[in-house]
C-alpha cells in the first residue's frame, strides 16, 4: 500500500520522523509521493507501549494502551476524525496521519462509517463526540479497570 509497509519488521516513531523528510525532498528531486510514508496499516494493537489509531474497512479502530489511556475522538476538517490520547504517544495505522505524539488525523479517504474502541486494561478515560446513528455505529469497551467512557 505504501512504501514502509513493503519493510519487513516495526517502525519506530524515530524513523517515521526521519522518513517524513523524504517527502519534503522528493518534490524537488522530481518523485511524487502521494502520503506520508508514517500512515501504516500493519500496526499491531497488541503492542502496550503505544495507542494504535487506524481505519480498517470504514471502521475507525482506537486501540489503547494497556494503562490509563485519556482518548478522545472528535469530528475534524473536511469529514475527517481527530483522535488523541493525552496520556500516551499514538501510532497511526492505515488512512491516518500524526499530528502530533499524541494525535492523529484519521479518514484521509472518506469519512469512517463506524468506531470500534478497546481501551484494554488500566483506569481509561474514553470521550467521543462523533455523532453516531443507525447508520453509523460506535462500539467502544473499556477493558478491565475503573473507566470513564
Given at each position: 500500500?505504501?512504501?514502509?509497509?513493503?519493510?519487513?519488521?516495526?517502525?519506530?516513531?524515530?524513523?517515521?520522523k526521519?522518513?517524513?523528510?523524504?517527502?519534503?525532498?522528493?518534490?524537488a528531486?522530481?518523485?511524487?509521493?502521494?502520503?506520508?510514508?508514517?500512515?501504516?496499516?500493519?500496526?499491531?494493537?497488541t503492542?502496550?507501549?503505544?495507542?494504535?489509531?487506524?481505519?480498517?474497512?470504514?471502521?475507525?479502530?482506537?486501540?489503547?494502551?494497556?494503562?490509563?489511556?485519556?482518548i478522545?475522538?472528535?469530528p475534524?476538517?473536511?469529514?475527517?476524525?481527530?483522535?488523541?490520547?493525552?496520556?500516551?504517544?499514538?501510532?497511526?495505522?492505515?488512512?491516518?496521519?500524526?499530528?502530533?505524539?499524541?494525535e492523529v488525523?484519521?479518514?484521509?479517504?472518506?469519512?469512517?462509517?463506524?468506531?470500534?474502541?478497546?481501551?484494554?486494561?488500566?483506569?481509561?478515560?474514553?470521550?467521543?463526540?462523533?455523532?453516531?446513528?443507525?447508520?453509523?455505529?460506535?462500539?467502544?469497551?473499556?477493558?478491565?479497570?475503573?473507566?470513564?467512557?
Amino acid at each position: 500500500m505504501n512504501q514502509i509497509n513493503s519493510m519487513a519488521g516495526k517502525t519506530t516513531r524515530g524513523m517515521r520522523k526521519r522518513l517524513s523528510g523524504i517527502g519534503a525532498a522528493a518534490p524537488a528531486a522530481g518523485m511524487v509521493l502521494a502520503s506520508p510514508a508514517i500512515a501504516r496499516a500493519d500496526v499491531d494493537p497488541t503492542d502496550p507501549t503505544t495507542t494504535h489509531v487506524g481505519v480498517v474497512g470504514d471502521t475507525l479502530t482506537v486501540h489503547g494502551r494497556y494503562g490509563d489511556n485519556y482518548i478522545t475522538i472528535v469530528p475534524g476538517d473536511r469529514g475527517r476524525v481527530r483522535v488523541t490520547d493525552k496520556n500516551y504517544p499514538i501510532l497511526p495505522g492505515g488512512d491516518c496521519i500524526d499530528i502530533t505524539d499524541n494525535e492523529v488525523e484519521c479518514g484521509l479517504s472518506g469519512t469512517p462509517k463506524g468506531l470500534h474502541v478497546d481501551g484494554h486494561a488500566g483506569a481509561d478515560t474514553i470521550i467521543n463526540l462523533l455523532p453516531t446513528s443507525s447508520k453509523t455505529q460506535a462500539r467502544i469497551y473499556g477493558g478491565s479497570g475503573n473507566d470513564v467512557i
